[in-house]
Structure formats: C-alpha cells, structure tokens
T-cell receptor
Framework: SQQGEEDPQALSIQEGENATMNCSYK?????LQWYRQNSGRGLVHLIL?????REKHSGRLRVTLDTSKKSSSLLITASRAADTASYFC?????????FGEGTQLTVNP | GAGVSQSPSNKVTEKGKDVELRCDPI?????LYWYRQSLGQGLEFLIY????????KSGLPSDRFSAERTGGSVSTLTIQRTQQEDSAVYLC???????????FGNGTRLTVT
C-alpha cells in the first residue's frame, strides 16, 4: 500500500484562486517531499520539509507538516493555468522514497 | 548541467520478448531509483540502489524483472518474457544522497502487444 495518500484525487479551480492539496502518511518520516508531474513527463521536485519543520515557503508554494496527525498540505496561491499538473507527496520510510497516488489539479483560464 | 537520461523514450515489443531499459543518472548521485507508473496512477516503487550497498529489490513484481547498476553509475532494468500487464511508463530517478530530492528522467513508455 502507498505510504502517502493525497486528497482530493482531483481539483478544478479558476485562475487566480488558491489550491490546497493534502497528504496523509502512515509511519514516522525523516522528511516529506512534494513533486509535480506534467502530462507525459517525469516528476519535478518542488519542496522538501523536514520532520522538525512545521512550515516552509517557496515562491507561491506553502507547505505545512503536522507530524502528530501524520499529514501535510501544499498550498499554491494565485494559481495560473500553467500550474495544471499532477501533484504527489513522497515520504522516506526506511530507505525508500514512496509516493502517493497524486492530486490532478486543473486551473481554468 | 545534464539531467537524468533514459533510453529509449518509447519501446513497443511483442509479448514474450525481453526488453532492456537504460538510465544515465546525474554524475555524482549515489542513489538511483526505478519506478513504474500506469496511466493516471501513482508511482510504484521497483528497486533502489544506494552507493555500494546491496540494492533494495523488494518492489520488483516478479522474477522476470531485474536491474543492475554498473560502476555506481548507469543502470539497466531488464524485463524478461514481457507480458501485456508490463505496459507502463518506467521512470528512473537519482539523488545526491538517500534523503535528498530526486531528479527524474522523462521515462520509457513500454507497450507490450
């Protein structure tokens, strides 16, 4: 079974709105990472948050981590049509990095 | 600089044939992963190489699948006697260390007819 599970599976918003995606995981982690995948391409790393961090920012991205609830959220502010992609969270459990099923984000112009 | 390179980008093969997929990681990256992704799905872990340690092969779905990493650099994933359910995109990724972000190639799309 997947270590991380994203919610929702799909999200459709208008350009300019904010998008929030959530990730839950099962076991203790060293860090949690968020990736983006455009259709037909490999994944691109967005942001890494360590287990002793609670919040991290990168441009229009904001990631939070709640280790007591074993959950993380990715917020994309002021979304653009170019943000349309699948977004995955990934966690290291043991030595391997495992991914959730992803959230498909569609930003309508 | 050069990213992770995978070849071929597309492969169509007949059921029962063997295929070899290649991954050239970023130079100096000690960790290398193979994942499989079916259409619209998440990533399924296959195998993980870290430096000179024994690889973590626990994700390989059957003994028809094998992978090696020569000289700590290039890796090949071999699928013997391919089946239609092997059709997927095979993604390779490398990272500087075991807990560092991954850099992905664009994958090999395998179609078994």
């Amino acid at each position: 079974s997947q270590q991380g599970e994203e919610d929702p599976q799909a999200l459709s918003i208008q350009e300019g709105e904010n998008a929030t995606m959530n990730c839950s995981y099962k076991t203790s982690i060293n860090n949690l990472q968020w990736y983006r995948q455009n259709s037909g391409r490999g994944l691109v790393h967005l942001i890494l948050i360590r287990s002793n961090e609670r919040e991290k920012h990168s441009g229009r991205l904001r990631v939070t981590l709640d280790t007591s609830k074993k959950s993380s959220s990715l917020l994309i502010t002021a979304s653009r049509a170019a943000d349309t992609a699948s977004y995955f969270c990934a966690t290291i459990s043991g030595s391997r990095l495992t991914f959730g099923e992803g959230t498909q984000l569609t930003v309508n112009p | 600089g050069a990213g992770v390179s995978q070849s071929p980008s597309n492969k169509v093969t007949e059921k029962g044939k063997d295929v070899e997929l290649r991954c050239d990681p970023i130079s100096g990256h000690t960790a290398l992963y193979w994942y499989r992704q079916s259409l619209g799905q998440g990533l399924e872990f296959l195998i993980y190489f870290q430096g000179n340690s024994a690889p973590d092969k626990s994700g390989l779905p059957s003994d028809r699948f094998s992978a090696e990493r020569t000289g700590g650099s290039v890796s090949t994933l071999t699928i013997q006697r391919t089946q239609q359910e092997d059709s997927a995109v095979y993604l390779c990724a490398s990272s500087l260390a075991w807990d560092s972000p991954l850099h992905f190639g664009n994958g090999t799309r395998l179609t078994v007819t």
